[in-house]
Antibody, heavy 123, light 107 residues
Framework: EVQLLESGGGLVQPGGSLRLSCAASGFTFSSYAMSWVRQAPGKGLEWVSA????????YYADSVKGRFTISRDNSKNTLYLQMNSLRAEDTAVYYC????????????????WGQGTTVTVSS | DIQMTQSPSSVSASVGDRVTITCRAS??????LAWYQQKPGKAPKLLIY???SLQSGVPSRFSGSGSGTDFTLTISSLQPEDFATYYCQQANSFPWAFGQGTKVEIK
């Protein structure tokens, strides 16, 4: 079964750091780009970051550029999101998602999603 | 950056109704558009990719159309399990962007 399982969320003070993990199983992890998408309480979906299958290319939303770093360890089938200088507006459920296509990043949509991990930034 | 605008923000409909949701991109995105369904407390689910391709396992009452800047998601005959929020998302260029969502509610 294809599965994604996020972890690492929690309560952190403004200015603090947190690292999210997303453990993948049931597919050839290194063949697919992966993304992080977040959803603030009562709000819509916001794309945060994406990384190519090899990890050689990374992309960020303007709202997190310079503060968040996406990475992956293909030997461990795990995706990461290092979040620094956290702000109250980063409070959200963070989902990891798998790109459906092995080529043409994004064209085939994101077909597998984790259950989400909650990040709360508050003093 | 490309902005995605959905309309309406919410729609009230009855079981059996035909529902159409519109998504407009601020610049042309060819067919690089996906539609997702999200129910409360759950992760989004991919419905349509490449603007009009039905995702495997998704009922055929869902369809997508459009290219360039204007897109639509149509539910031909609304079922009880379709009451949810729907999002479009462009993947033509980074940063990717979602529409603000359309909530389909029971009339």
């Amino acid at each position: 079964e294809v599965q994604l399982l996020e972890s690492g969320g929690g309560l952190v003070q403004p200015g603090g750091s947190l690292r999210l993990s997303c453990a993948a199983s049931g597919f050839t992890f290194s063949s697919y780009a992966m993304s992080w998408v977040r959803q603030a309480p009562g709000k819509g979906l916001e794309w945060v970051s994406a990384i190519s299958g090899s990890g050689g290319s990374t992309y960020y939303a303007d709202s997190v550029k310079g503060r968040f770093t996406i990475s992956r360890d293909n030997s461990k089938n795990t995706l990461y999101l290092q979040m620094n200088s956290l702000r109250a507006e980063d409070t959200a459920v963070y989902y990891c998602a798998k790109d459906q296509g092995a080529q043409w990043l994004g064209y085939y949509g994101m077909d597998v999603w984790g259950q989400g991990t909650t990040v709360t930034v508050s003093s | 950056d490309i902005q995605m605008t959905q309309s309406p923000s919410s729609v009230s409909a009855s079981v059996g109704d035909r529902v159409t949701i519109t998504c407009r991109a601020s610049q042309g995105i060819s067919s690089w558009l996906a539609w997702y369904q999200q129910k409360p407390g759950k992760a989004p689910k991919l419905l349509i990719y490449a603007a009009s391709s039905l995702q495997s396992g998704v009922p055929s009452r869902f369809s997508g159309s459009g290219s360039g800047t204007d897109f639509t998601l149509t539910i031909s005959s609304l079922q009880p399990e379709d009451f949810a929020t729907y999002y479009c998302q462009q993947a033509n260029s980074f940063p990717w962007a979602f529409g603000q969502g359309t909530k389909v509610e029971i009339k």
